[in-house]
Structures are given as C-alpha cells and as structure tokens.
C-alpha cells in the first residue's frame, strides 16, 4: 500500500488506529438501523389493534340467581360472574382467617356494596383448564366452589385455592359495576 | 476453487479452532464472501446487483414470513385479512408495503444483474453454468412474483390468475383440462388461492437453493470484470473482503435509501388501485395489466394478433393465441442458449464496437418499447409497436448476435486486468502476442484464454 494511507492504518502507542473511527461509525450506524428493523418484526406478534380492541366485556349480573354462576368470555377466556346465597357469603366470611395457600378475604375479592357477586375468571391457576362447578349439576369440589378436574385443585366458594396444585386463587379481573346491574370487565 | 494466491483462513481462538474442524462454516463464509475470495480489482458498481439480489431475497423471505403469520388463505377472508395487516397489525402496513415494493425492486435489482450480463457478456465460458442457473432463477422469481399478487385477493389478483393460467389453456388437447387441473376449479377460487399460497410460500426457500449453486458456480472461474479479461496475476486482484464488502455496503446504502423512499412516501405508487376492490368473478377491471416487471413480456404476448395459416388455404397451423404464449416463454427460454449463440470470444461490450452498436440503438430500445406497450392498452398503436419490437427482439438474439460475432473486428484488449487499471503492467511483457495466457503463471484458470486482438 502506498505510504499515504500510512496515517490510517499506522497504530499509535495506546492501541487506536485513526481507522478504528470509521469501524465504530459504520458498525453503529448498521447497528441501530438493524435494531429498527428489528423492533417491527417483534412487535407484529403482539397482539393486533382488532385483538386489544376486543379486551373489555359487559356483563348484565341482574337475571343471575343466588347460588348460580353464569360463565361469559373475558378476552376470549372464561369469565366466571357467580351470586353468592347468604349461607355461601358466612361461609367464606368464616374461612377468611382459616391457613389458606393465597390468603385472601372475601371482601378483597368482591365490590363493596355487592358482597354476593363474585367475578373471577373460569382458568385455573394451574396450567389453565376451566374449573367445574359454575354449571348446574356440577362438581363444585370438597368446599363447595370450583373443582378443576384436570389436576384435582379445590378452589371454596370464593374462588380461593384450598387444596390441589394450583397456587393461586381464580383470578378477580380488573371491573367495575357501571349501573347496579352491569359490570364491565376490563 | 480458488487463485494460487489466495488467502487462506486461519481461525485464531480454541473456539473457532475446533468449529473448523467440526463443521468449517466460518471458513466457507471466508473463502466465499471473506478476504479468502479474490475479486477482479476493476469491478464497476454494475457489479453490485448480485449482493443486492441476496439482500432482496432476504428481505422477501423476512417480510413474507411475518405477513403469513397474519394472513389467511381462503377466499372468504383473505381480502379482509390483508386489510387487517394493514390496520390492526403493529407496523403490519410497513411490512406489507416493504414486501410488495420489495418485489418491484428485486425486479428492478435482477434486471440491472441481466442487463449486466448482457453488456459484459457474463454468460459465456467458463461462466455458462452461473447464467443457467441465473436464468431458471429469473423464471422461479417470475412464478413466485404471480402468485403473490393472487394472495391479496383483490381485483387484480383474481383476474391476473384468471388470465396468466388462461395461458395453459392455448396448449393444444390437454390445454384446458390443465388450466382447470392448475386452478382446481373452472375460475380462480379457494383451491387456486390455497395452492398459490402454499408454492409462493415454498418457491423463494427453492430460489435460496438455486442461489446457492449459482455462487458455487460463479467461485468456480471466479467473477467475471468490465474488460472481459480474465486474472492472471495477483496483482489483478483484491480480496472480496474489505474491498467489495465496502462498496457492495456503499451500494447496499444507495438501494435502501430508494427503497424506503418508495416504502414511505409512494407505497401505492407501483401498484393499481382495483387491488383495493375485492375480488368479483362477475366483473373484469377496464384495463387489466400485470404488474410492472411483466410488462415487456406481456407485450410479446399480445403481440400475436394473427393466426398462422398456410396461404390461400385458410387452414390453421397455429392459433394466434398459442404463438402468443410460445412467444412469451420462447422469449425467455432463450436466454439458456445464449452462450451458443454469441459465439465471439471477446467478452465485455467495451471492445466490440460492432455488438454494442445493437446493444444501445437496438435491444435497449427494443426492450424499452415493449415495456411501454406491455403497460399500454391493446389498441393502435401500441399494437404494431409491440410486434415490431418482438420480431426485433428475436432477430437480435438469433441472427444479428450470431453474425455480429462472426464479422466484427473487436478492439485490442489489454493484457491483463492490472493493464487496464494503471496503463502499464510489469508482468510478462514477452508473450504478448499470440499467446494470451500470460506465459507460466500456473494459478490461471482454464478459460482464461483471451484473444489477442
């Protein structure tokens, strides 16, 4: 090479080359452009507009009954919207001090002002199946609430875990009651 | 293959020492694309186009993966589904305008690989091997461009596949039960969507495989250069990398700065807005034209207007219709018997005064006219441009090439690539004349051989 490009390549006493300047311009520039391609490509798998436009539900709780459960679709999983019976609600009240896996009382769980309407979602903290027990004729499990049949969890009538394998209670999703009769989730 | 002079890789940490020895990966990128590659140090930036046509298959294959992701291939969705990649999907407009303005631009990125191989005649020996293979990739590229126009289901898609598999039907017997076979249906629908999708999602994997033979072909002579003449010494070339890795890199800046213009400021402007309009069987757009990289070759299709008959008979030989589809992939097809047909032993356009007088003043405008009335409509007086263009166009690959290569007295060549670049070599001055081997330089290929005038 011809002694011009001698200032370029000729390496100095600690190490750098004046070349070493165009490696880290170039490199960076090739670096931060690829990061912004990148970002689209990995942000396309999130879940779409049409998907997240969908993540909110209503729900009329008027026509339930105590001591029924309806089951509605909460981002498109199991919503579990269920009126408590006096007895069910001193019942749970009662369990509120018993040694539980995820201790959590009964109003925590609920709305103030509609103790008898408890919202959780139908999947259970195991490995997700829907938990028996919000249908008629159902296995409610050996505490009266919900019973996941795939691994054998025993959920109380609060939605509580109280024996199986899952570690967490049914989840309570974010709601609000809108009008006495209407919550919407989400 | 590669020169005597090559340089060889040594991996110099315990790591890439013990990959070279269970699977030399790294060596083959060295030897293929690294400093282990030595290149012709006169390329031009005509010698850009092949690393950019990788690039583009990338991007395709990157931005296609990801549109399937949110895409549905059946007909009652498949229009809907576009438009939600288009509105819901996180960047999903960017991508699909990349992936549609990216199959315009590998088109314009191949042309300018061909025409490249036109004027430096790159198809001839030792190199025929890496213009067959280029030549199937080409006609790969065409099938997989047509079916991807067919996913979004729109107005043109429906009736672009309507009308290319109406091509099968010219086929004498067997023509129309196979454009039925082909569409599975008497009209585009569900069957010949799904089937579109599967093979424009199989095709560009089969065009990454033929690339790859096309590259170990190309390192088998090594790449061609503007002269025509073939290294002979080491001083004719330069290590792939970093000398073409940078300008390779250069040009690679220039295309994504056009290409993301055209992304983000004119994403529609290369497409037809009856795309938009969901595909109707009961109505046929105005002016219906394939997209803009077909157009030369739909104009020598529509360029038969007459059936061919035996004179005063009035009987049929060939349909106008057929003639029109043996032209259209004669036209193609043709191309894998070029390097028979230039049978001249110089090379590079530069020295063959005669060959390039037709180049420039006869196939450019040639081609030229028949891009413009394969985008025209069929009426006068595109009509008798487009015929005249075709027969043009055969003319000049199967007579005038022959002939030139036969009668023209091409200008002296340089002695050696190093000649051509700095004026004077200091290698072999002696055996310039008759020999053009350059005397005992034992590393030059077979094939090397240049004339001497």
Redesign the interface.
Same mark, same amino acid.
């Given at each position: 090479m011809a002694t011009d490009t001698a200032a370029t390549t000729e390496v100095s006493e600690d190490g750098v080359r004046r070349r070493d300047w165009i490696h880290i311009a170039a490199l960076g520039t090739a670096g931060v452009g690829g990061a912004s391609v990148l970002f689209p490509l990995i942000s396309q798998m999130a879940p779409s507009a049409d998907v997240l436009a969908a993540s909110t539900t209503e729900v009329d709780v008027s026509a339930i009954q105590p001591g029924q459960s309806i089951k509605a679709t909460f981002r498109k999983q199991p919503l579990f919207v269920k009126r408590l019976t006096a007895d069910e609600i001193a019942k749970a009240k009662a369990d509120d001090a018993s040694d539980m896996r995820d201790p959590a009382k009964l109003a925590d769980r609920t709305k103030a002002g509609h103790e008898d309407v408890l919202v959780t979602m139908g999947v259970c903290t195991h490995l997700g199946c829907v938990p028996l027990g919000a249908a008629e004729g159902e296995n409610k499990g050996e505490f009266g609430g919900y019973f996941c049949p795939c691994h054998g969890s025993h959920y109380d009538v609060a939605g509580r875990i109280r024996k199986g394998p899952a570690p967490k209670n049914l989840v309570v999703p974010e709601y609000e009651f809108t009008s006495d009769t209407v919550i919407r989730v989400g | 293959m590669s020169f005597a002079w090559a340089k060889q890789y040594e991996p110099q940490s315990a790591f890439t020492k013990w990959i070279d020895e269970k699977l030399p990966l790294p060596r083959l990128v060295y030897n293929a694309v690294g400093a282990g590659y030595p290149v012709p140090r006169n390329l031009n930036y005509m010698w850009n186009f092949g690393v950019l046509a990788g690039f583009c298959l990338m991007l395709q294959i990157?931005t296609g993966v @990801?549109l399937a &992701?949110?895409y549905a291939a059946n007909g009652l969705v498949a229009f809907a589904t576009v438009e939600?990649i288009m509105?819901? @999907?996180?960047? *999903?407009w &960017?991508?699909r305008y990349a992936h549609a303005n990216g199959a315009s631009f590998f088109f314009i990125v191949i042309y300018l690989h061909i025409f490249r191989g036109f004027f430096y005649s790159s198809y001839k020996a030792p190199r025929e091997m890496i213009w067959l293979l280029g030549v199937v990739i080409f006609l790969l590229m065409m099938a997989t461009a047509f079916m991807g126009y067919v996913l979004p289901w729109g107005q043109m898609s429906f009736w672009g596949a309507q009308v290319i598999t109406g091509l099968f039907s010219a086929i004498p017997l067997v023509g129309e039960p196979l454009q039925i076979w082909l569409l599975g249906g008497f009209a585009p629908d569900n069957a010949a969507l799904n089937r579109f999708f599967s093979l424009h999602f199989l095709l560009p994997f089969v065009i990454a495989g033929v690339v790859i033979l096309h590259i170990w072909a190309l390192h088998i002579p090594g790449s061609s250069n503007p002269t025509g003449v073939e290294v002979k010494q080491e001083s004719d070339t330069v290590p792939f990398h970093p000398y073409y890795t940078a300008k390779d *890199?250069f040009g690679l800046g220039v295309f994504l700065i056009l290409f993301t213009a055209m992304v983000f400021f004119l994403p529609n402007a290369l497409g037809h807005p009856d795309n938009y309009i969901e595909a109707n069987p009961l109505s046929t757009p105005a002016h219906i034209v394939p997209e803009w990289y077909f157009w030369p070759f739909y104009a020598i299709l529509r360029a038969f207007t007459g059936d061919l008959t035996i004179p005063f008979t009035g009987i049929v030989l060939v349909q106008a219709k057929l003639l029109g589809v043996i032209a259209m992939f004669g036209s193609i097809l043709l191309w894998f018997v070029l390097p028979w047909l230039d049978k001249s032993p110089v090379r590079s356009g530069h020295y063959r005064p005669l060959f390039r007088k037709f180049f420039w003043f006869g196939l450019i405008p040639t081609m030229a006219v028949l891009f413009y009335c394969g985008g025209a409509p069929a009426e006068e007086p595109f009509v008798v441009l487009s015929q005249l263009a075709t027969a043009y166009y055969f003319l000049h690959f199967l007579v005038i090439l022959p002939i030139i290569s036969q009668i023209e007295v091409p200008k002296p060549l340089p002695f050696s690539i190093t000649e051509a670049v700095l004026g004077k070599d200091k290698a072999p001055e002696a055996p310039r004349a008759g020999s053009v081997d350059g005397g005992d330089l034992g590393a030059a290929p077979e094939g090397s051989l240049q004339p001497a005038e």
């Open positions: - | 990157v @990801v &992701m949110h939600h509105r819901d @999907v996180n960047y *999903g &960017m991508l *890199g």
